[in-house]
C-alpha cells in the first residue's frame, strides 16, 4: 500500500466522493505531499503532489485505511 512520506502546508477544500454521491464536505489537507508506493512491477516510486493532486492521494490513501472523507470533514453540504 502507498504511504505518505513527506507533507507540508495545509489548504481546506471542498471533497465528495463516489462512495457517498451527492454529499460533499470541508476537508483540511497537507497542500504538498510526497507519496511512496510500489508500481505494477514491485518496483518501488515515489509520486509528489500539489494542491489537487496532493488532496486526491491523500482522499485515496485514506480509502486504504478505512477512512471515508466525512470522517474528517469540518462541515457536511
Same mark, same amino acid.
Not at 11 to 35: D, H, M
Given at each position: 500500500?502507498?504511504?505518505?512520506? @513527506?507533507? +507540508? #502546508? ?7 466522493? =463516489?462512495? /457517498?454521491?451527492?454529499?460533499?464536505? *470541508? ?8 507519496? +511512496?508506493? &510500489?508500481?505494477?512491477?514491485?518496483? @518501488? ?5 500539489? #494542491? &489537487? =493532486?496532493?488532496?486526491? &492521494?491523500?482522499? +485515496? /490513501?485514506?480509502? &486504504? *485505511? #478505512?477512512?471515508?472523507? /466525512? *470522517?474528517?470533514? @469540518?462541515?457536511?453540504?
Amino acid at each position: 500500500n502507498p504511504a505518505l512520506i @513527506k507533507s +507540508e #502546508g495545509s489548504e481546506q477544500g471542498t471533497e465528495g466522493c =463516489l462512495s /457517498i454521491p451527492g454529499v460533499y464536505g *470541508e476537508v483540511e489537507r497537507y497542500s504538498n505531499v510526497t507519496v +511512496e508506493g &510500489l508500481n505494477r512491477f514491485g518496483k @518501488k516510486i515515489q509520486i509528489e503532489g500539489t #494542491g &489537487l =493532486l496532493a488532496r486526491a &492521494l491523500q482522499h +485515496e /490513501i485514506d480509502h &486504504l *485505511e #478505512g477512512i471515508l472523507f /466525512i *470522517e474528517l470533514a @469540518k462541515t457536511i453540504c
